[in-house]
């Protein structure tokens, strides 16, 4: 059977990556900003700024058998550089706008389907100058494993958190060859991430083959979170 899923985002990055492996098999919608990338693939495009739109719920299926929220921030300082406006932003596109249209999005959710949203290795390990970011997607995490329990069995909700991934939202800290490398060395198994990597457990997370997963929080994240080898 086909499933009908919708991605907040998905035009760039993990999310883009995420398309290219649902859409030939899967009813895929995409809300998002831009949709350059998305003109050769089989997908339905609503054009959406998560911060500024409301979703309009009236162009998606009646029923929808997965959820992704994409959109994030990396935005790395140290605290006495950050003003609040910086932290309201990153609450802003990382949790309230989540909170927003997942309020939207969940009358619609069918039985046995799935949610998937996005963290960091920050929330769960300390990292300087990831003050922001991490009280961010830490409100997703707390807010997944409710969400879950809330809705549990008719709809799973499950978490990614990455380490560092090449995407463009990371084109700052990846932007050449040496800074590639020492990212890379910082992780036991000595490579930055790809959007590949963290696209298919999303993928995964959507499928039935996942049918015994809720309110997980995934580390896919090169072994940052769970081994040091210094």
């Not at 995420?18 to 995409?30: A, C, D, G, I």
């Not at 309230?96 to 939207?104: A, I």
């Not at 990212?183 to 499928?207: C, N, Q, S, W, Y």
Request: net charge negative.
């Amino acid at each position: 059977m086909k499933k009908n899923i919708v991605l907040i985002g998905g035009s760039h990055g993990i999310g883009l990556e995420l398309v290219r492996l649902l859409h030939e098999t899967h009813n895929v919608y995409v809300a998002s900003r831009t949709a350059d990338d998305l003109e050769s693939l089989n997908v339905t495009h609503l054009p959406f700024d998560v911060t500024k739109d409301e979703l309009d719920i009236t162009q998606l299926p009646e029923k929808l058998h997965g959820f992704v929220y994409c959109p994030g921030s990396i935005n790395l300082k140290p605290l006495k550089m950050m003003s609040m406006d910086a932290f309201r932003e990153d609450m802003e596109i990382n949790f309230f706008s989540l909170v927003k249209v997942t309020k939207e999005v969940m009358p619609r959710m069918a039985e046995d389907s799935s949610v998937v949203f996005f963290s960091t290795v920050a929330v769960g390990m300390g990292m300087p100058f990831h003050t922001s970011v991490a009280a961010a997607k830490g409100a997703i995490e707390g807010f997944a494993k409710a969400l879950a329990a809330e809705y549990t069995p008719k709809v799973r909700v499950n978490v990614i958190a990455p380490s560092l991934v090449d995407t463009p939202l990371a084109s700052r800290l990846l932007s050449n060859d040496k800074t590639k490398e020492m990212m890379a060395e910082r992780h036991p198994l000595k490579k930055v991430g790809t959007p590949a990597d963290i696209a298919h457990m999303a993928a995964f997370l959507l499928r039935d083959d996942s049918g015994w997963m809720t309110g997980q929080i995934l580390g896919v994240d090169g072994g940052m979170s769970t081994l040091n080898i210094s």
